[in-house]
C-alpha cells in the first residue's frame, strides 16, 4: 500500500488541528462572551468555509499565498521559500478551511458554562486568563476533544484546497485525496480502494470514538 | 477600617442605582428589598462584576471581595478541597485552613469528594467555605438560601448562625425574606427602586413605622432573648429579656436567641386577661401610633429596653382609647414567636 500520502495526510491534519486549538479556543472563547456589535460579523467569516466551494477558497489562498500575494510575499522575504506549493502553505489553507470545524464546538462549549461560574472564578482572585485556563478550558474539554477530532477529519478529507494551493508533489503537497484522484484518473483501481478504504474506517473510528465519549460525558 | 463606604451609581436601560452610603467594617449588613430593587446589582458592583463607583478600575479579582452567588456555582471539575482552595492559592494573604474552615461549616467529610454528588445545602456550604478561605476583607452574599427548598435551608443556616457570632468579617447579606435578614443581621439596609430608603440598626430599623417597604405581615421586632428554662412536658423554653419572660415552642440550646415577633401576632388589651389562650401578656408602654391603611394602625410598643411592633385595627384602637403614653398589656401568641 502506498503509505506516503496517508503518513502526509495525518501529519498535516494533526498539524493543523493542533494550531486550530491554540489560535481557536481564543476566538471561540471571545466569540462567545462578547457583546461587540462585531461579534456576528467575525461569526460569519469564520463560518464561510463551511459554505464556500474550496475551489474559491483554494483560488483565493493561491493568490494570498503566492510569491506575489501579501502572506507569500512577506513569507518568501522572511525564509527565502515560496508558500505555496509546500507543506507550510498547506498547513494554512488547512487551518482556513477548518476553522469552523474547531471554532463551533469550542465555542458551544463556552456559550453553555454559566456565566456566573467563571465570575465566581475572577472574585476568588483569579485575572481573566488565569480563569480561562483554570476553569472555562478544563469544564470545556468536550468541546476540546470534538473540535480536535473534527478539524482532523475534515483536513485528512481535503481535496479542492489542496489542489489548488498545494498541488502534486510526493511527500510535500500529495496528501491521501489527491493520491485517490491519481489512482482513480490513471484507473489503478485497487490502489485507489486501498486508500479509500482506510479514509473510511478512519472516519467512522474517530466520530463514532468522539460521540460514544460525549455520551459517558453526559450521563455522567 | 471602622466603616465600609458604598457608593455606586450605575444607569441600566430600565433602572438606576443610587447608592452612597456606608455601613459598619463588622458585622452582617442585611439588605433588603422587593424583587428588582437593585439589590443583585448592588453587591454586583461592589464586587467590579458591574462598572460603577469610584473604584470601577479596580478589576475584580484584585478586590478580595467574597461573593456567595445564589447557586453554589462549585467548579465541576475539582474536588471538594481543591474548590475551597481555589481561591486561598490565589490570594497571597490568605492564611486560613481549609481543614479549620471545613469544620465551622461542617463539611469536613466532604473535602476529599468530587462536587457532583453533594446535596444543595452541603454545596452552598463549600461554596461559603470557599470564599472564607481566600481571606476576603468583605463578604457579599446574594440569596444564598434562595435556591434551597425549607428542609436545605436548615440544612445551611445554623452554619450562617455560627459565622456569625465566630467571625468578625463584614459581610452584605441580601435577600428578600424578612425572616433571614431578621435572624441573621445586626445592620440593615432597605433598598427601593435602586436607592437607599433607609438604613441603621436591625432593631431601630425594624421598628420605623413609616417604611412601607417594611410593610405586609412580614413586618414586625426582633428581642434578644436568654433562654431560661425548657417545660418538656409541653415542648416549651422560658426566655427572660428586658420587658419580661416569653414562652416559646421548641428547645434552646445556644445562650442568646433572637427571636422575631411580627406585628400581626401581637394583640393589645387593657386588663392582663387570664383566660385567654395567649401565654405571653406582657406589660408595655405606646411610644408611637401610626395610620397604616383604612382599616390598620401600626403601634410601637416599649417592653423594658426592648421595642416590638403591633398591628391593630383603627377600630380597636378607637373602641379602648389608646394614645401615646399608655401603659398597656402585650399579648403575644407563642406559637408565632420563631428565631
Known amino acids: 500500500m502506498d503509505f506516503g500520502p496517508l503518513w502526509l495526510s495525518a501529519r498535516l491534519a494533526f498539524v493543523t488541528s493542533l494550531v486550530l486549538i491554540v489560535l481557536g479556543a481564543p476566538l471561540a472563547w471571545w466569540l462567545s462572551q462578547t457583546r461587540s456589535r462585531w461579534q456576528p460579523v467575525v461569526q460569519a467569516i469564520v463560518a464561510m468555509p463551511i459554505v464556500l466551494p474550496p475551489t474559491v477558497l483554494g483560488f483565493y489562498l493561491l493568490i494570498l499565498l503566492g510569491p506575489k500575494g501579501a502572506i507569500g510575499a512577506w513569507w518568501v522575504e522572511l525564509s527565502g521559500d515560496a508558500l505555496t506549493f509546500s507543506f507550510t502553505g498547506l498547513v494554512i489553507a488547512s487551518c482556513v478551511y477548518s476553522l469552523p470545524f474547531a471554532i463551533q464546538p469550542l465555542q458551544n462549549a463556552f456559550e453553555s458554562l454559566p456565566r456566573k461560574t467563571i465570575e465566581a472564578a475572577w472574585t476568588l482572585g483569579a485575572s481573566r486568563l488565569d480563569a480561562f485556563f483554570s476553569v472555562a478550558v478544563p469544564l470545556s474539554l468536550r468541546g476540546f476533544v470534538s473540535a480536535i477530532v473534527l478539524s482532523f477529519a475534515h483536513t485528512l478529507g481535503e481535496f479542492g484546497v489542496v489542489l489548488m494551493v498545494g498541488g502534486n508533489i510526493p511527500g510535500e503537497t500529495r496528501v491521501v485525496s489527491i493520491a485517490i484522484y491519481d489512482h482513480v484518473e490513471t484507473l489503478n483501481y485497487a490502489a485507489a480502494h486501498q486508500l479509500s478504504l482506510v479514509l473510511i474506517a478512519f472516519a467512522f473510528v474517530a466520530l463514532f470514538g468522539m460521540f460514544l465519549i460525549n455520551r459517558r460525558w453526559q450521563s455522567k | ?339
Do not use: W
Not at chain 2, 214 to 228: F, H
Not at chain 2, 316 to 332: E, H, K, T
Open chain 2, 1 to 339: 477600617m471602622s466603616a465600609i463606604t458604598l457608593r455606586h451609581f450605575l444607569r441600566k436601560a430600565s433602572f438606576v442605582l443610587d447608592v452612597d452610603t456606608t455601613i459598619p467594617a463588622t458585622g452582617i449588613t442585611g439588605v433588603f428589598g422587593e424583587s428588582g430593587c437593585g439589590k443583585t446589582t448592588l453587591l454586583r458592583c461592589i464586587a467590579g462584576l458591574e462598572r460603577s463607583g469610584d473604584d470601577a478600575r479596580v478589576p475584580v479579582h484584585k478586590r478580595r471581595v467574597g461573593y456567595v452567588f445564589q447557586q453554589p456555582q462549585l467548579f465541576a471539575h475539582l474536588s471538594v478541597r481543591r474548590n475551597i482552595e481555589y481561591g486561598q492559592r490565589r490570594n497571597p494573604g490568605a492564611t486560613q485552613s481549609v481543614e479549620d474552615v471545613a469544620q465551622l461549616l461542617g463539611i469536613e467529610a466532604l473535602l476529599d469528594r468530587s462536587t457532583d454528588g453533594l446535596s444543595g445545602g452541603e454545596a452552598q456550604r463549600v461554596s461559603i467555605a470557599r470564599v472564607l478561605c481566600q481571606s476576603p476583607q468583605l463578604i457579599l452574599m446574594d440569596e444564598p438560601l434562595s435556591a434551597l427548598d425549607e428542609r436545605r435551608r436548615n440544612d445551611v443556616l445554623p452554619y450562617l448562625d455560627r459565622l456569625h457570632a465566630e467571625s468578625r468579617l463584614p459581610i452584605i447579606y441580601v435577600s428578600h425574606n424578612i425572616g433571614e435578614i431578621c435572624r441573621l443581621s445586626d445592620h440593615l439596609l432597605i433598598l427601593d427602586n435602586g436607592r437607599v430608603v433607609a438604613e441603621g440598626g436591625l432593631q431601630e430599623t425594624l421598628m420605623r413605622t413609616d417604611l412601607p417597604q417594611l410593610g405586609g405581615r412580614n413586618s414586625g421586632g426582633v428581642i434578644e432573648a436568654t433562654p431560661l428554662d425548657y417545660d418538656g412536658e409541653f415542648d416549651l423554653t422560658r426566655f427572660s429579656f428586658s420587658g419580661g419572660a416569653i414562652r416559646v415552642p421548641g428547645r434552646y440550646d445556644s445562650p442568646t436567641v433572637r427571636l422575631r415577633v411580627t406585628a400581626n401576632d401581637v394583640s393589645l388589651s387593657r386588663v392582663a386577661a387570664d383566660s385567654s389562650t395567649i401565654l405571653n401578656i406582657l406589660p408595655a408602654v405606646i411610644e408611637e401610633m401610626r395610620a397604616e391603611t383604612d382599616a390598620t394602625e401600626l403601634v410601637k410598643l416599649a417592653l423594658g429596653e426592648d421595642r416590638l411592633l403591633a398591628r391593630i385595627t383603627r377600630q380597636s384602637s378607637r373602641r379602648l382609647g389608646l394614645q401615646v403614653g399608655d401603659s398597656i398589656f402585650a399579648q403575644i401568641k407563642s406559637v408565632t414567636v420563631r428565631r
